[in-house]
């Protein structure tokens, strides 16, 4: 799994579910999932947005993984996600 050195303090995805559809984001650190970040915590998005914030139980703020080195892995249901960018 490739990783990335997070910048910014959210993350965003371009994405389309179908109304039963769900997108769900894990954060992971050489494949073990984050506390408060794994797909437990995460508030699926559903819907078509051009770009929508991830959210987890705990929130949007990512600030607190800056300069850190994350994984993202994707759950879906019925959706398509066409990208995703650090803000």
């Known amino acids: ?3 990335a050195v997070f910048e910014g303090s959210r993350i965003r ?3 389309r579910t179908s109304r039963a559809g769900a997108v769900e984001i894990e954060l992971r650190s050489r494949g073990v999932p984050l506390e ?3 797909f437990a915590d995460c508030v699926p ?3 078509d947005e051009l770009w929508a ?3 987890w139980k705990r929130g949007a703020d990512l600030s607190a ?3 850190k080195r994350v ?3 994707v759950r879906l ?3 398509k996600v066409f990208a995703f960018r650090f803000d």
Do not use: W, Y
Request: charged share 20%; net charge positive; aromatic share 8%.
């Open 65 to 67: 993984l800056r300069g």
């Open 45 to 47: 998005f559903n819907g």
């Open 71 to 73: 994984e993202l892995a």
């Open 1 to 3: 799994m490739k990783s």
């Open 36 to 38: 408060g970040f794994t």
């Open 53 to 55: 914030d991830c959210q």
């Open 77 to 79: 249901r019925t959706a």
């Open 13 to 15: 995805i371009n994405a």
